[in-house]
């Protein structure tokens, strides 16, 4: 099949998020030049490698609303509309030439909404990460969390109406959305990284100015930020078991310290880590690293370290961490859900296990004590990984998606 | 049966609903809705038969001009939010079924955290991007909201029709005007035009103070509010010329100076569109007898007394000033467009005529004004399809039975 270089205008509220390791593959594999706009970016020291080099970054201002700290919950899609516009305004400056695909991911900001006013019949394809069902999440809510939730899905609504073609990275996120949708998207996993995976190594690592020798036994938990949603505290409590009886484990627990997902509504914007540490024993805070938010390369180099990883979010869309915990050939401790599940099989490609903190424990401390009778699920999960998940496996399908679009258009 | 009506007006159209229901199978109809209208007012034999609460919101009226077109979607979930509360506030409110509508969106988002039974969406309408509703004038100058507006209006909409069970519009066209994924749970179920009201009768020989000689030729215009949408300009255009050539033409207009839907007011400098339009297009005032908001009683002598009656409006909503004059047995002479095709057929039950081109209307409305009885069978073929699909007895028996399907889904 051909596979064109196309021009690409990327939307997405920040850089490099979702997209910008799809961009990246996307220039540096098939020739992609990406106009990625943006509203604010992580630190350069994220940016992917093609940065400057056919992917730019272009950023767009927003107004009103979109720059208080907090909203009233009934003002989300008015926020929203806020980076619409802002994109907009930009993209009507700059008028950007011979665009041949608009990819968006609207992250609940809607930043691709009016990109067509500027840039009529370009297909826009979106990514959508979810879609909040009126039920309680496990987590602890409000009444008014609860409405919120149900408010927010304005916005991948009036974006699934405007045309635009959408894409999910599993079929668990596709089928969170209503059923008149569902039959429209494409479910291609946005992929991992697994060509230039450091090897699984027991040398020493430093993380914080602590070096681990090779006989500590190292328990990884990654996530954007340590929050309840992505079951930090759960971590947290197996691990202040493990510490109490194995005096060789430590526990590096990758991610911003301070809450920035709005699921977690109960801890936003707070340090949740501190709060939970504050609760552990003392030798459990004392060998609990946390980095914050790692590189990729220093995150690889974590993770082929790790003789544990544990994964136990609450059920919500599978974070990256854990394919990436797989393709890096961790052994994997997973609170069994139907996200995960599209991932990992049990005493296949991992261990799956209900939330209860003694099940999780033991389950971890025989993984520890006998790594060699497990490192067969680490070995399957990193195969499992290169076939299914690699971006190199599944970035193609979404190449062959644009392909057919620009063909249509012609 | 209970059904638990939502709307944001009273009567508006679940008041005679509830009361055919009520009257016809003894049904239990109560009602949540904001305030009631004063034209018409509710009937004392609604207020009578129905339980009515009214519930409160906001400091500003839901969807007012005051109102940047962003925040709407803000005040619907406010609106939604409000709902749940009165419910919970109404003791023992167990209805078998809630039917809902809104000014833009049915405010049921949340009903089902507190009701145990399914939810009716009424469908009345989904706006599109462009060559409908908002967007159809292009001939007027455009307004700075056009490429956006189109593009989030219907967030309540789509919030409320994907959190109920079912959906039900008016007529085939407004069901199309949905997006078609959600077009399974949509059923086309009119609801009914009071054909005893709006029936053929005794021409009033008074208007408003006015007298009218049998001798003159009245020509009728009804809409909510006089806009461009409907047609208001077109209409003025066409009434001009068909003064020019006849003398004892009046033009009897009912409806708000107030423009409800669309951007008139971007280019009416500071007028309503009413008076920028008067001022444009060159007309005699004395000629047009504007009555404002007038009472369903004084809307059918009026278009009872009417010698043609002018629909303009664009695609959108069907206005039920159209089913009302048929039913009174008006000859119509309205804009050929999809929406008002599902109801007229040209030269079988009214006259259909492109809708900009207002010479051709005017001529065709002088030749019904110069050979009444040419056309007299039109108005009575109107008043057939009235009674044989869009009277409340026609209706009635198909909205119960749908009413009772979607309850024991």
Redesign the interface.
């Known amino acids: 099949m051909s596979q064109f270089p196309l021009h690409l205008l990327c939307v997405e509220p920040r850089f490099p998020g979702r997209l910008g390791a799809v961009a990246d593959w996307l220039v540096r594999r098939r020739g992609y030049r990406v106009s990625f706009f943006c509203h604010n970016a992580d630190p350069r020291a994220l940016w992917p490698e093609s940065t400057g080099k056919g992917l730019d970054v272009i950023s767009f201002g927003v107004g009103g609303l979109a720059n208080e700290q907090r909203i ?7 926020r929203s ?2 980076y ?2 802002g994109c ?1 305004e930009v993209l009507s400056a700059r008028h950007p030439r011979q665009v041949d695909v608009i990819l968006g991911r609207s992250a609940g900001l809607g930043s691709t ?2 990109a067509n ?1 500027e840039i009529p019949r370009t297909p826009v394809v979106q990514f959508y990460d979810t879609y909040f069902d ?1 039920k309680n999440t496990s987590l602890s809510a409000s009444e008014t969390y ?2 919120w939730r ?2 927010a ?3 991948e ?2 974006e699934l ?2 045309g635009t073609i959408p894409w999910t990275a599993t079929q668990y996120q596709r089928g969170l959305f ?1 059923g ?2 569902r039959d429209d998207f494409h479910v291609i996993f946005d992929g991992v990284e697994t060509r230039s995976l450091p090897p699984r190594d027991r040398t020493p690592l430093t993380i914080n100015d602590k070096t681990l020798d090779e006989n500590t036994r190292v328990v990884t938990f990654v996530a954007r930020s340590l929050d309840a949603l992505r079951g930090f505290d759960t971590f947290a409590q197996v691990f202040d078991r493990l510490a109490q009886t194995d005096p060789n484990v430590v526990a590096i627990a990758a991610g911003s310290p301070i809450v920035d997902h709005a699921f977690d509504h109960a801890n936003y914007g707070s340090d949740f880590p501190a709060k939970i540490l504050a609760s552990l024993s003392q030798t459990a805070r004392e060998r609990m690293l946390l980095p914050g938010v790692l590189s990729q390369a220093n995150l690889a180099r974590v993770l082929a370290r790790s003789d544990l990883h544990f994964y136990g979010s609450q059920p919500h869309p599978v974070s990256r961490s854990l394919a990436q915990a797989m393709a890096a050939g961790c052994v994997v401790l997973v609170v069994d859900d139907a996200a995960v599940r599209e991932f990992v099989e049990h005493d296949a490609t991992g261990l799956l296990a209900s939330r209860e903190v003694d099940e999780l424990t033991a389950i971890a401390q025989r993984v520890l004590g006998k790594p060699l009778e497990y490192r067969t699920l680490g070995d399957a999960a990193a195969t499992f990984a290169r076939e299914k998940l690699s971006r190199d496996v599944t970035l193609p399908r979404l190449v062959s998606l644009f392909d057919r679009l620009v063909d249509e258009r012609r | 049966m209970h059904i638990l009506f939502i709307h944001d007006a009273f009567p508006a159209q679940f008041g005679r609903v509830g009361l055919e229901l009520t009257e016809r199978y003894g049904w239990q109809c109560s009602y949540l809705v904001r305030s009631f209208t004063r034209c018409p007012e509710p009937s004392q034999k609604m207020l009578d038969s129905l339980t009515i609460q009214r519930y409160t919101f906001g400091t500003r009226p839901f969807g007012s001009d005051q109102t940047p077109w962003p925040q709407l979607y803000g005040e619907y979930v406010e609106q939604c939010a409000a709902v749940l509360n009165a419910a919970r506030e109404w003791p023992d409110l167990r209805p078998d079924l809630i039917v809902a509508n809104g000014g833009r969106g049915a405010p049921t988002l949340y009903l089902a955290e507190h009701f145990d039974c399914p939810i009716v969406t009424y469908c009345e309408y989904y706006f599109a991007r462009s060559h409908r509703d908002l967007t159809y004038r292009i001939d007027l100058p455009p307004a700075e909201p056009a490429p956006f507006f189109p593009r989030v209006i219907n967030a309540p909409t789509l919030a409320s029709l994907t959190t109920s069970h079912a959906g039900c519009a008016p007529t085939h066209w407004q069901k199309q005007s949905f997006p078609e994924r959600f077009h399974h749970k949509i059923e086309v179920h009119f609801d009914g035009v009071d054909e005893q009201l709006y029936a053929p009768g005794q021409r009033v020989s008074e208007i408003a103070g006015r007298t009218i000689s049998p001798e003159t030729k009245v020509v009728t215009f009804v809409a909510r509010g006089m806009e461009s949408m409907r047609g208001f300009d077109l209409f003025i255009a066409a009434a001009s010329r068909i003064a020019q050539e006849r003398s004892d033409v009046l033009f009897v207009v009912a409806g708000d100076e107030k423009a409800y839907y669309g951007w008139d007011s971007f280019h009416a400098q500071g007028k309503t569109f009413q008076e920028w339009t008067m001022s444009r297009i060159p007309c005699d005032p004395s000629r047009f007898l504007f009555l404002g908001h007038v009472s369903p009683e004084t809307l059918a002598d009026v278009l009872r007394r009417s010698d043609l009656h002018l629909y303009l409006s664009v695609p959108f909503v069907t206005s039920w000033s159209l089913f009302n004059a048929m039913s009174t047995g008006a000859v119509v002479l309205a804009s050929d467009i999809a929406p008002v095709r599902e109801i007229v057929k040209h030269e079988q039950n009214g006259l259909l005529c492109p809708l900009f081109d207002t010479d051709q209307m005017a001529n065709l409305a002088l030749d019904v004004l110069a050979t009444p009885a040419k056309y007299a069978p039109l108005g009575r073929a109107a008043r057939d399809t009235i009674l044989s699909k869009y009277s409340l007895d026609a209706c009635m028996p198909n909205l119960k039975d749908y009413y009772e399907r979607v309850a024991n889904l």
């Open positions: 009233d919950w009934t003002r989300v899609l008015e509309l806020c619409s516009y907009w909404l009016f006013v009126s609860l409405h149900k408010a899905n304005a916005i609504l009036i109406e405007n209503p008149e949708y």
